[in-house]
């Protein structure tokens, strides 16, 4: 029988002794297995990075754009209107109205002493979870990004307001006879619509699984 040994230090006597055992048989690594592995692994990671780093660049210029127009165009009410002045655009329709909102939609804690810092700790943590979450959706999810960054940028829009006036400017006034929407402005609208397009998708992917499950059952019943 082949045998190996494996050398102890006795510590009693302070000398070395040698003991004897089966050999063990032990599998040979094979370096170019690793190396074929790791480098696969590496062509994986870096795409994977690459489309995240893309996402991000879209979210950035998607971002820019809707903070241009919002930003811009609440500067052109704030120097051109005075408070609560009214430009009818569709006459009984729609006007420009300019008011400010210290509150959330419909005006909600605007009369709150801690609205500044909660409306600012809100709109910070939904963005960071906005990009955190935008990582982790899958490739085909191109209208849950979209609807995303439309969020994330609405939320950016406003948050600047309350950080610079401790309200958010308005000014988009759409009303039917004497029944009025409250005002609102661009990223309101960039919310409103994300909001609406991250509904229909998750009604899309509900309708979508109901299928692929009534066809799965369909077909175990086939005989």
């Known amino acids: 029988m082949e045998q190996n040994r494996n050398v ?9 002794k040698a003991e004897t055992g089966p050999a063990k048989h032990h599998q040979p690594v094979n370096t170019n297995e690793i190396d074929a592995y790791q480098v696969a692994a590496s ?42 002045e009214s430009l009818p655009v569709i006459d009984g329709f729609f006007h420009l109205t300019y008011v400010r909102n210290k509150g959330a939609a419909f005006g909600i804690l605007a009369n709150s002493a801690v609205r500044i810092p909660f409306f600012i700790t809100v709109s910070v943590v ?30 950016f829009g406003n948050l600047i307001d309350r950080i610079r006036y401790g309200e958010v400017i308005d000014f988009l006034d759409f009303f039917w006879r004497s029944h009025h929407w409250p005002a609102f402005n661009v990223a309101d609208s960039a919310i409103t619509v994300g909001v609406a397009l991250l509904f229909v998708d998750m009604w899309r992917e509900d309708r979508k699984k109901t299928a692929e499950q009534f066809e799965r059952k369909t077909k175990e019943h086939e005989p």
């Open 43 to 84: 062509r994986i990671t870096r795409p994977a990075f690459r489309d995240i780093m893309t996402r991000y660049r879209l979210l950035s210029i998607i971002c820019l754009i809707i903070l241009v127009v919002d930003q811009a165009s609440k500067m052109y009410v704030d120097t051109h209107f005075r408070l609560h």
């Open 126 to 155: 939904a963005m960071i979870g906005i990009l955190w979450y935008i990582k982790r959706i899958r490739d085909d999810q191109k209208t849950v990004f979209f609807s995303l960054a439309l969020i994330f940028s609405g939320a």
């Open 8 to 16: 102890t230090l006795d510590k009693d006597e302070g000398r070395v």
